[in-house]
């Protein structure tokens, strides 16, 4: 069968991947999400990939594919990269079956991920730390495995890992009782989209199914624009588990051949997702598990009502990374904002430009000198967190009436990076 045949994944080898699996990983559960029906008028169903064992769906795309490894190659051992949960993945089945690892992940790994493939891995896994990406931690895997003669095991680009993927939305329709009417899927490189579409084109081909892609990482739309794979020249590696750089052949087969609905998702409204399943509902999900519900705060157009099932991906997230994604909330929210402020030195200067410019409930959250001279004037950077995103334009005019000279800072300038 071609690399590229869309056919390559078939409804009967994700059966046979769920079957090989019982015992191993039991199904995930499916909630009906109150907050998120009300809020879109649907009936939202959360896929809890977020709590079985691995805390994401990677394990069951692993255990497939090395639970069918031949006895020499299991002896030899193997090898992947990983942003994280697939090399847990990895940590679990080789732990599971036995198997010797070596997991590269990129420097960008959270620490917590870091130590989550290490305690499941236990004694069978070797963690290498290369690379800015997850694409230079893909590169130097492959020279491991073609050096040592490792089996390397893809994060999402083989028919093995996709059939174990595709199990997801097997479980969510037997869980159902019936096929829903949208299922909502994050896609990094795109093992879980193609799965759930293998199994739905034979099996419901009516569900409309929809990728929800980071807006820093849209690799899938990218590829499906060109007919093919293709680099993304810049990745934003925010959403560590689907900040992939170019999405495979098989997955990309898969997609090209359906052609799913895919969506781009502001890394700020996945922070916003984020702080209301754990605020709301009591859930701790990773960037890339709040990539689906996230996708609906967008215009999708669906039908008030509809039955919308979205996966929860995973729930691995570092809780130091907990101020990073308040801030981008914020700011996403329009309640943070940055300024250049030119201030006067002299007592009272900080004072005066509260009273004038700030409103009741708005606050300064960070004021730090650019440079300290002995000139009148001293630029300082000022960040002002609104009590509600309308009072910016009241706040806007206060400023042009004080003698202060200010430069507010705009989310797409090059400062801003080294502030969120």
């Given amino acids: 069968m071609p690399e590229h045949d869309p056919g390559v994944v078939s409804a009967a080898a994700i059966a046979a991947a769920a079957e090989g699996f019982t015992g191993v990983i039991p199904p995930s559960p499916l909630h009906r999400n109150d907050r998120l029906s009300a809020a879109h008028e649907l009936d939202v169903w959360l896929k809890r990939e977020d709590l079985n ?37 990895v940590a679990f089945a080789c732990a599971s079956l036995g198997i010797g690892a070596r997991v590269y992940l990129p420097r960008t790994t959270p620490r917590q991920k870091r ?14 730390v290369e690379g800015d990406t997850y694409d230079d931690a893909a590169a130097a895997a492959r020279a491991d495995a073609e050096a040592s003669g490792r089996t390397l095991v893809p994060a999402f680009d083989d028919p093995r890992t996709i059939a174990g993927q595709g199990t997801v939305v097997k479980e969510v329709i037997e869980q159902l009782g019936r096929a829903p009417d949208v299922l909502v899927v994050p896609v990094g490189g795109g093992g879980l989209l193609a799965g759930s579409l293998a199994w739905l084109r034979e099996t419901h081909p009516e569900v409309l199914v929809i990728g929800a892609e980071p807006l820093g990482a849209a690799s899938m739309a990218l590829a499906l624009e060109h007919g093919g794979p293709v680099p993304l020249e810049q990745v934003d590696p925010f959403v560590d588990g689907a900040a992939v750089r170019q999405v495979g052949r098989h997955t990309f087969a898969v997609a090209a051949d359906r052609r799913p609905r895919l969506v781009a998702v502001p890394e700020g409204r996945i922070c916003v997702e984020m702080l209301d399943l754990y605020q709301s509902d009591g859930i701790i999900s990773e960037p890339a598990g709040a990539l689906a519900s996230a996708a609906l705060g967008l215009e999708l157009g669906l039908s008030p009502g509809a039955t919308v ?53 708005d606050d300064i959250t960070l004021f730090e000198y650019v440079k300290r001279n002995n000139r009148e004037t001293g630029p300082a950077l000022v960040g002002i967190e609104l009590g509600v995103p309308e009072n910016l334009d009241a706040m806007l005019k206060r400023m042009e009436t004080v003698p202060h000279r200010i430069e507010r800072v705009p989310p797409d300038s090059p400062l801003f990076t080294f502030l969120v």
């Fill in 115 to 128: 130590d989550r493939v290490a305690a499941l891995g236990g004694r069978h896994v070797q963690i290498v």
């Fill in 309 to 361: 099932v979205c996966v929860l991906s995973g729930g691995n997230n570092d809780v130091s990374r907990y101020a990073e994604i308040v801030e981008r909330a914020l700011v996403f929210e329009g309640r943070k904002h940055y300024f250049l402020v030119e201030f006067p030195q002299e007592p009272g200067a900080l004072r005066r430009f509260i009273d004038d410019v700030l409103g009741e409930d």
């Fill in 53 to 89: 064992a691995v805390r994401s769906y990677k394990g069951r795309g692993a255990y497939n594919l090395l639970s069918g490894l031949e006895p020499e190659r299991r002896a030899r051992g193997v090898v992947c990269a990983s942003a994280g949960n697939h090399g847990q993945g």
